[in-house]
């Protein structure tokens, strides 16, 4: 492994959370080599340089992203629409992850539905990104709230009330529904 690699790894790699399956705990860290203590490590390629810059510096990375352009890769949807078409959406790791859909819970105990993120991790659109906000901007210090302390035990099966709920148990959760919880109003909601 050439010495370019692990500073490629560590200034463009971004640690990303993945299925609550492969989690084991509902707080997710890093471990010593600075990837998510959990069972299946998943990153994103977050880099923003231009293509001759990448081909100078990166000649493994640029054939890499040519590879991805010769699937079409930069035609889709979202790629399309990103200049340069593999740079990633600039986001701050947020304080808590919701899961955007979970299933109900029959003996009515409280759900693995929030994930608390002591990491850098971000997550892609299979996660909701709670941001820890007053919901009063003019606010400089955010209240003294145990707001992991009401996720993981002052909320039970009550709250799917505010999610939609589909044929066999399933629930899903938007932003603006979260909202409706009472605490989570004085949250940001991504």
Known sequence: MSLILPLLLRLYLRNIVPSSRYLKDNIIELDDDGYLKTERKLVLLDIDLPMDIIKQKYSKLFDYLKYGEELGIHKKYLASRRSPWYSQEKRQPPAYFVRYMTREKSDKSSHMLFIKNNSDAVATNSYLMLYEKPKDPKLTVRPNLNIWNYFTQGISTDLYRYGR??????????????????????????
């Open 165 to 190: 709920t589909y044929g066999g148990g399933l629930i899903k959760f938007e932003p603006k529904e979260l909202l409706k919880i009472p605490l989570a109003a004085n949250l940001a909601i991504l």
